[in-house]
């Protein structure tokens, strides 16, 4: 990739080369810098995970929430996971990484069931995480220490992680479904998998991409696209949950369509823990009206 660049900028003439050449540089060492600020990241246990409700948009209660993990670098400030997660899955950090973010989710879950408020806890899985084969041993540890119940630990994959060997993938899914765990397909709409193997994934809750959900009510082929998904999950009997749900609109696009489990700011941006008592409180509130 690198070469080919060089390759066009030279075509282009001296002065583009310089600046591909630079702009290459200064993309390597910022993936450098990461990496290494990383393992410090670990060391000094400078993440930590929020949390974003999933509501009930008929009723506004909270089903769920689904962990989103911060790094709270010392002098950076906050740097997003879409920045850092694909830099700690190309080094295998993420393995490390991952395995904090369950430990640390599942017992969130639990110290939400002890105030009474038990709740469905997804979590994100890398693609190295779901092809480790020490995972399901960490799954159960987690289940037994923590004692939450298995059917409400959601593991979030993605298409992408499926499609690669289909076999392999849905061995990977059986397997972890013995464990009574719920597995959702994350981002739905946005991989490469194709309907027929839809159906052999063993998998309970489709995720409909915030891309299609964004410009709804504007855009009437993404409004198409959402109602097929949805209706294509009742078929195949999985639970649908909408991603980046931002509008009363879009609200009341997906109830018409039968989708009332929703995930976005017109609800919560993910949250800090000690900001979820009042989010129970505002909802309460807004249920009353
Ligand atoms: P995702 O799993 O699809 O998570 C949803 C993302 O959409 C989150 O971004 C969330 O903050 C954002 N979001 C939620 N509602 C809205 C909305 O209404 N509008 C808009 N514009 N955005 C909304 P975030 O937290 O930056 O995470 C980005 C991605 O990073 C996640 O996408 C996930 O793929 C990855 N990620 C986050 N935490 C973890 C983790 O612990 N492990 C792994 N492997 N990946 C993670
Ligand atoms: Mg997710
Ligand atoms: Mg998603
Ligand atoms: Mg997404």
Known sequence: HADLAMYEAKAKGRNTYHFYNQELNAAAKERLMIENELRIAIKEQQFELYYQPQVDCRTNEVVGFEALIRWFHPTQGMISPVKFIPIAEATGLIVEIGEWVLWEACRFAKRLEEQGRGNNISINLSARQ???SNLKA??????????ISAQSLHLELTESMLMGDVEVAINQLLELKMLGV?????DFGTGYSSLSYLKRFPVDILKVDRSFVKDIPADSNDMEI??????MAQKLNLNVVAEGVETSEQITFLKNNNCYIVQ???????????QVPELYKQLALKAIC
Do not use: H, M, Q
Request: hydrophobic letters at 50%.
């Open 226 to 231: 959402t109602a097929a998904i949805i209706a």
């Open 130 to 132: 779901f092809k480790d």
């Open 138 to 147: 960490l799954l159960s540890r987690i289940l037994v220490k923590t004692s």
């Open 182 to 186: 719920s597995l959702s397909i994350d």
């Open 264 to 274: 976005g700011y017109f609800f919560s941006p993910p949250l800090a823990e000690a």
